[in-house]
């Protein structure tokens, strides 16, 4: 659909590159000048090209090269790409140059590019990325989501709504009202669809893509391919093309893992020593020091409150994010750990999926989360768009058969690093008359 909408300057711009002999010295400069562009050999035009050499992408990524031409010929596309690969540009770049290639919406309030995410902080960076690629061509985007007053997001839309970014909860509910209409979208997009099947979105998925027209194109992506997301994707896509970027469930290259064997009790005290001497280290980067700037997540939100408190008591610079804490709360943690005002911040796994914070020197897990795919999710926090990062897991005696679970489905076996002082106790021997005896006792 959107290749029959591919404009003229397009046409002519893949004349100018692709014919054999340029007529004019000028025509040949014009044409070396465009091929110099990063992402012009992807289909994209000109515009959208200097934009995002502006912004500092050199060249596209592997996600960014397979999806980015398929996208501008009209295609579905369901894509599997681990966190941090530049899924966000792979989608937003095609779908930037659709609209402008096309004629606008007969309503300036309609969106005509929808994108559903999870959860608010992701709705939020895809948004912020939207507006940077978007700049000056006119085109509008909004960002809705729940837990703020709506309001502020009607007016929005009021004003002009060309791409439209939204948590599934929140949108239902501006279209049950009536406020905004999507009647007109041409372009679907799902991101992070694994995770909001987790989250129990498929209901609100449902009764939203019913609104949606059925001529459209639509574009899914997933970090992992299970049996729901083939299903997803049968409903809503039509003779989709696959992309699979790199290997499935797999942290990125770049990051080396460790993990720490530790008795339980005595984590948060090994927790403060790493962070110390992490903090006092110099942390090299691609051969550059750079400050720490470390992620520490945990499983439950008491005890990101715990660890959190247990940090700052102790004089280190650390915030906190998890979904207890108002949204006002969570976007001041999280735009100040952005900003670096705190080197540490520690999280729940509301943190692992998608967000986008620049230069995490480490993930430090404090204990290993219950999936393999969420490890894969912390993880891949660090070593963005091809850095490099550490990551690390604090495991007792007990969280042993869940990291060997990771590992197996990793494909790697990790080092166990002991500290003097913190280590597990050794595993009880006992003979098979104590151990009868034990399974006896318990019974009575
Ligand atoms: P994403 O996977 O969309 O969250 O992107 C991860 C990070 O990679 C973001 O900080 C992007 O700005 C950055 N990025 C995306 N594409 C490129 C590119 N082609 N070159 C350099 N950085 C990129």
């Not at 608010?120 to 989501?145: K, N, P």
């Not at 989360?369 to 091809?386: I, L």
């Not at 869940?402 to 050794?426: F, H, N, Q, S, W």
Request: hydrophobic share 40%; aromatic share 4%.
């Amino acid at each position: 659909m959107a290749g029959q909408h591919r404009c003229d300057i397009m046409k002519h711009n893949h004349e100018l590159s692709h014919r054999a002999v340029p007529a004019t010295t000028e025509h040949r400069a014009a044409v070396s000048d465009l091929e110099q562009l990063p992402f012009f050999d992807l289909g994209l035009i000109p515009e959208i090209c200097e934009r995002v050499t502006k912004i500092g992408y050199a060249t596209p990524t592997p996600i960014q090269r397979e999806a980015i031409p398929l996208i501008l010929e009209g295609h579905d596309v369901i894509g599997i790409a681990q966190t941090g690969t530049g899924k966000t540009a792979a989608f937003m770049l095609p779908l930037i140059d659709s609209l402008l290639c096309s004629p606008p919406a007969k309503r300036k309030d309609e969106p005509r590019v929808l994108v559903l995410t999870p959860t608010r902080e992701l709705a939020t960076q895809i948004h912020e990325a939207t507006v940077s690629f978007a700049q000056r061509t006119g085109l509008r985007a909004v960002v809705v989501f729940g837990g703020v007053a709506q309001r502020p997001q009607e007016r929005e839309i009021a004003k002009g709504c060309d791409i439209l970014i939204a948590t599934p909860g929140r949108l239902n509910d501006l279209i049950g009202q009536r406020v905004v209409s999507i009647d007109s979208v041409e372009f679907l997009v799902l991101d992070e669809a694994d995770r909001m099947l987790d989250m129990g979105f498929l209901p609100q998925i449902k009764r939203i893509t019913a609104h949606l027209p059925r001529d459209r194109q639509t574009l899914m992506f997933s970090a992992t391919l299970s049996h729901d997301i083939e299903e997803l994707a049968r409903r809503l896509t039509n003779d989709p093309a696959l992309i699979e970027v790199g290997g499935r469930r797999k942290p990125a290259e770049g990051i080396t893992q460790k993990i720490y064997s530790v008795m339980r009790l005595k984590k948060p005290e090994l927790l403060l020593k790493l962070l110390t001497e992490l903090s006092q280290g110099e942390v090299i980067s691609d051969g550059e020091a750079v400050p720490m700037r470390t992620l520490v997540f945990t499983r439950t939100k008491h005890d990101a409150d715990r660890v959190a408190h247990v940090l700052s008591h102790a004089g280190m610079n650390v915030t906190k994010l998890h979904s207890d804490l108002t949204q006002s709360e969570r976007t001041r943690a999280l735009a100040s750990f952005k900003a670096g005002k705190f080197d540490t911040l520690v999280a729940t796994d509301v943190a692992s999926r998608g967000l986008d914070i620049e230069d995490i020197t480490h993930v430090i897990n404090y204990e290993p989360p219950m999936s393999p795919d969420d490890y894969v999710h912390r993880v891949g926090r660090t070593a963005r768009a091809e850095k490099t990062g550490v990551a690390i897991t604090l495991v007792s005696p007990e969280e042993e058969p869940l990291m060997r679970d990771i590992e197996k489905r990793v494909g790697a076996e990790i080092e166990r690093t002991i500290v003097e002082g913190y280590a597990p106790p050794p595993p009880i021997e006992m003979s098979q008359a104590e151990r009868r005896r034990l399974k006896g006792w318990s019974r009575r």
